[in-house]
Nanobody, 123 residues
Framework: QVQPVESGGGLVQAGASLRLSCATS????????MAWFRQAPGKERELVEG???????YSAPSVRGRFTAFRDYVKSTVDLQMNDLKPEDTAIYYC?????????????????WGQGTQVTVSS
């Protein structure tokens, strides 16, 4: 089972870029679907980007064209490149994994979660 650990959050101004990284432990990374979720205060946790075991990706409509997930099978990491950040992107960002071949939008479908990293975008 893959255990994610996030890093790279911070405070930035609107329009800036930020890159989050998710390091994993365990030996099943190549057969695991990875995803980035975020949760803003008072809101439900929502899927941002997903990458299946074959490298196929999914982007939520709200971030499509601005965010990209990069999966490195050698380092067993999944990075989230975020460009043109907006105040509404402010949230805690979580990396998650599930031992299946498809990206799921439901947070309950993921078995392992990192501790989260805060991203704050000021206007």
């Amino acid at each position: 089972q893959v255990q994610p650990v996030e890093s790279g959050g911070g405070l930035v101004q609107a329009g800036a870029s930020l890159r989050l990284s998710c390091a994993t432990s365990g030996n099943t990374f190549s057969t695991t679907t990875m995803a980035w979720f975020r949760q803003a205060p008072g809101k439900e946790r929502e899927l941002v980007e997903g990458v299946n075991k074959n490298g196929g990706t999914y982007s939520a409509p709200s971030v499509r064209g601005r965010f990209t997930a990069f999966r490195d099978y050698v380092k067993s990491t999944v990075d989230l490149q975020m460009n043109d950040l907006k105040p509404e992107d402010t949230a805690i960002y979580y990396c998650a994994s599930r031992p299946f071949s498809t990206v799921a939008s439901n947070a309950d479908a993921y078995e392992s979660w990192g501790q989260g990293t805060q991203v704050t975008v000021s206007s």
